[in-house]
């Protein structure tokens, strides 16, 4: 079972920034993709960004593009969302998630998709707030 653990979370004025790390806790896995989405209260759960594992191809939600920078360490086994510009609207608790297959912003859209996903953080809060 793969682990994942969020940090970096907190409280924040509009137009600051903040970086999340996700880090995995596993001798070896078969993920070739990892992420964040974010739900925000109550919202669905929403995709933000994932890059994948074996390559440099990164996807971003609309929402986020210019603004969030995903990226890894494969040596330290973690994910970074690097998120400048911050808005209220981006206000969520984000959570970090693994996945055996590697898609799009429309494909981590698809509710089928979403659902099928088991492997997930346990969340860390962003409030942007004045």
């Known amino acids: 079972q793969v682990q994942l653990v969020e940090t970096g979370g907190g409280l924040v004025q509009p137009g600051g920034s903040l970086r999340l790390s996700c880090a995995h806790s596993?001798?070896?896995?078969?993920?070739?993709?990892m992420g964040w989405f974010r739900q925000a209260p109550g919202k669905e759960r929403e995709f933000v960004a994932v890059?994948?594992?074996?390559?440099?191809?990164?996807y971003y939600a609309n929402s986020v593009k210019g603004r969030f920078t995903i990226s890894k360490d494969s040596a330290k086994k973690t994910v970074y969302l690097q998120m400048n510009r911050l808005t209220p609207e981006d206000t969520a608790v984000y959570y970090c998630?693994?996945?055996?297959?590697?898609?799009?912003?429309?494909?981590?859209?698809?509710?089928?998709?979403?659902?099928?996903?088991?492997?997930w953080g346990q969340g860390t809060l962003v409030t942007v707030s004045s």
């Open positions: 596993v001798r070896t896995f078969s993920v070739y993709a």
């Open positions: 890059i994948s594992w074996t390559e440099d191809t990164t």
């Open positions: 998630y693994a996945d055996k297959n590697f898609g799009d912003a429309l494909y981590y859209s698809d509710y089928d998709v979403k659902r099928s996903l088991d492997t």
